[in-house]
């Protein structure tokens, strides 16, 4: 008779335990991970709700942070956290007023530049509710390298924009120490106090300026400059025509010599085909373009034209005896007989003077056949212009750079020194409006060869025959030829010249 044992016991590796209660343990780890995440994910919105009736049930008090980072000079920095704090039922007749978010901010900064040996400024925008109904200042100090103690000194604003201004209005800081604070030349750091009202404790710090040791050169801010002249241009923006800023460029690199140069801001208007206009003169060292585009994120006047001229003028102070500002549809003119040498020789003793404007109609041509208008350049072909008197016409400016603590469109006046207007007869402006943004033909209504001597209405405004732009053209664009060579000769088939 056979007897039934116990089935014989299987061998059993003791690194498959091992493996087996590893492999049970995650599993069962990684569940309960998922259980809390999915418990937690679906309380959330009654969390939020909680939270949001217990805030209504508790006062708001915004308390203060400190730090050592954030206390300079005994003030408070302006971080603030808001805390929910116990208290008894409150009022229902109180209200509460909770803020989030910010609409404008105390200060953006543009540029920062040294204006001479004891002054700097500092362009940038700024609230323009906060300086129109509050009193927010600034305050500088210079911290240098050397170990030595800071400098303090309370800051100039100015607001330059005349009151156009939008959400932002523009700031200039002036910056004036009774010494130089980088005499030594072992470099330091301007720091601006921006405060948002009359209280001392509330404001933010930051670098505006940093110079490096030994960077600091005081022949830089007397003559002889860089330049004779120097061309600020304002925003540049809207679907302009490269055409029209190849003549405009020709133009005035002619005009104003070599001893010249010129500064544009891009606001969204330089194009592709009006870059590569510009590129033979950056190669030649004639022109510098800026990248404003960033400038759209804050809503000043007109592109933040206000910001961007007071930003060259102190960016290029001391780069040139004469400053110009003026249109890219706007053109200097000096009758004959004269030169712009002589003229600013004469008007030397003024820290500024301003130019009056030559209105020239947009749409009229003479009905010359002898004439191929379609390879004419613009100022070329447009020769009426308006003939009415004794009414304001618009006026653009020069201004000694050096003599001024800011400046506007039209010109400044935050000047040290005189201002002439009375320049008529010695200096003036062609002005062709709306033509910059037209890629059509631009002689859209002709008139006869009688126009030469006759006066012509249209919408009421009389018009005269006026070829003194018209007579330099062949001039223009031989100079054009001369400077920039080849490339010229490309642009003229591409835009018909």
Same mark, same amino acid.
């Given at each position: ?10 061998a059993v590796n003791p690194v498959a335990k091992i493996f087996l209660c590893f492999e049970t343990k995650s599993f069962l780890v990684t569940l309960l991970a998922l259980t809390l995440v999915t418990l937690v994910w679906n309380l959330q919105p009654y969390y939020q709700t909680i939270l949001s009736a217990t805030s209504r049930c508790s006062a708001v008090e915004s308390l203060p942070i400190k730090s050592a980072s954030s206390i300079v000079g ?60 509050? *009193? ?188 110009? $500002? ?58 009426? *212009? ?78 005269? $025959?006026d070829d003194n732009m018209k007579k330099l053209a062949p001039t223009v664009k031989k100079f054009e030829r001369d400077t920039i060579g080849v490339g010229s000769q490309r642009r003229r088939r591409l835009f018909h010249s």
């Amino acid at each position: 008779m056979r007897k039934d044992g116990a089935p014989p016991t299987a061998a059993v590796n003791p690194v498959a335990k091992i493996f087996l209660c590893f492999e049970t343990k995650s599993f069962l780890v990684t569940l309960l991970a998922l259980t809390l995440v999915t418990l937690v994910w679906n309380l959330q919105p009654y969390y939020q709700t909680i939270l949001s009736a217990t805030s209504r049930c508790s006062a708001v008090e915004s308390l203060p942070i400190k730090s050592a980072s954030s206390i300079v000079g005994g003030g408070v920095a302006p971080l603030t956290e808001k805390k929910l704090v116990s208290s008894p039922p409150a009022d229902p007749n109180k209200r509460i007023f909770q803020s989030f978010g910010s609409a404008a901010a105390l200060f953006v900064q543009m540029g920062a530049y040294r204006g001479g040996p004891t002054t700097f400024a500092v362009v940038g925008l700024a609230s323009k509710p906060l300086h129109v109904f509050s *009193r927010p200042w600034y305050k500088c100090e210079w911290i240098p390298n050397n170990g030595n103690s800071s400098i303090r000194s309370k800051a100039y604003k100015i607001l330059p924009d005349w009151g156009y201004g939008r959400v932002y209005t523009v700031v200039v800081v002036n910056c004036t120490f009774t010494e130089n604070p980088n005499a030594d030349n072992s470099g330091g750091k301007l720091m601006v106090y921006a405060y948002y009202g009359e209280s001392p404790r509330k404001y933010e710090k930051f670098t505006a300026l940093e110079e490096a040791a030994g960077s600091y050169d005081e022949s830089k801010y007397a003559p002889p400059y860089k330049y004779e002249y120097l061309y600020c241009g304002s925003s540049l923006y809207g679907n302009l025509s490269a055409a029209r800023m190849r003549e405009w460029v020709a133009y005035h690199a002619w005009f104003f010599g070599a001893s010249s140069h010129f500064v544009f801001h891009d606001a969204g208007g330089v194009s592709a085909e009006v870059k590569a206009v510009l590129e033979p003169w950056i190669r030649a060292g004639r022109v510098t373009l800026q990248d404003i585009r960033a400038q759209a994120e804050f809503d000043g006047y007109y592109y933040n034209q206000f910001l961007v001229v007071n930003d060259c003028l102190h960016r290029h102070r001391h780069s040139a005896n004469w400053t110009f $500002y003026f249109d890219v549809d706007e053109y200097i003119y000096i009758p004959d007989g004269d030169s712009l040498e002589s003229v600013l020789h004469d008007f030397s003793n003024n820290t500024q003077f301003t130019i009056e404007q030559n209105a020239i109609s947009s749409v009229l041509c003479l009905n010359d056949s002898t004439q191929d208008y379609s390879r004419q350049w613009g100022f070329e072909k447009m020769v009426f *212009r308006d003939s009415r008197t004794k009414i304001r016409r618009d006026r653009k400016y020069a201004i000694q750079a050096r003599n001024a603590y800011a400046t506007g469109v039209h010109m400044s006046e935050n000047v040290v020194g005189g201002t002439l207007h009375d320049t008529e007869s010695r200096i003036r402006y062609y002005h062709y409006h709306s033509t910059i943004t037209v890629h059509e033909e631009l002689c859209r209504n002709m008139l006869p060869m009688s126009a030469k001597k006759a006066t012509t209405y249209l919408d009421k405004i009389p018009y005269v $025959y006026d070829d003194n732009m018209k007579k330099l053209a062949p001039t223009v664009k031989k100079f054009e030829r001369d400077t920039i060579g080849v490339g010229s000769q490309r642009r003229r088939r591409l835009f018909h010249s």
